[in-house]
């Protein structure tokens, strides 16, 4: 028997579970909702033809500095493939763009770069404002601490 090239197979795959898919249609992009419903099998297969050859166009794989920090929730949201012998961050710099005081008292600290970190500990004293360059650390057990620039640090959390 003749092996498949894995694009046939899968668009042969969609094509068999398209009755159940349809049947759940949760999950599914709009454009693949479309290829489901499409009745003609020529135009159904060119449309997941179609839509494999654009999922394809994937963007690139995030950074070292994209990925400092990332657990739990904001690790899942991000692309999780690390490639062998890719760099890791032994440390974060940054500029602080925003601080939000929370209800509790911690801070919520946006950085250039675009990540969002939240102080763990309160009570702690802890002075920064924006323009303030930052060092993010990680310490043990997956723990991360924010340094200031008089060299006080506390104990931060990543959350975005």
Not at 52 to 73: M, V, Y
Not at 112 to 129: H, P, V, Y
Request: aromatic fraction near 4%; proline fraction near 7%; glycine fraction near 10%.
């Amino acid at each position: 028997m003749p092996r498949l090239s894995w694009p046939l197979g899968l668009a042969t795959l969609l094509c068999v579970a398209a009755p159940w898919v349809a049947a759940r249609g949760e999950g599914l992009s709009p454009a693949l909702r479309q290829c489901v419903a499409e009745q003609d099998d020529a135009r159904r297969l060119a449309c997941y033809d179609a839509e494999i050859a654009r999922l394809g166009t994937l963007p690139p794989p995030l950074t070292a500095e994209q990925k400092f920090g990332a657990r739990g929730d904001v690790a899942r949201a991000q692309d999780r493939t690390d490639k062998a012998g890719e760099p890791r961050l032994e440390k974060l710099d940054a500029t602080v763009t925003a601080i939000v005081v929370q209800p509790g008292g911690e801070l919520t600290i946006t950085l250039d770069n675009g990540q969002i970190w939240r102080q763990i500990a309160t009570g702690e004293s802890f002075r920064l404002k924006a323009g303030d360059r930052v060092v993010v650390k990680p310490g043990s057990l997956g723990s991360f601490s924010m340094s200031n620039p008089h060299g006080r640090s506390v104990k931060v959390k990543r959350i975005g």
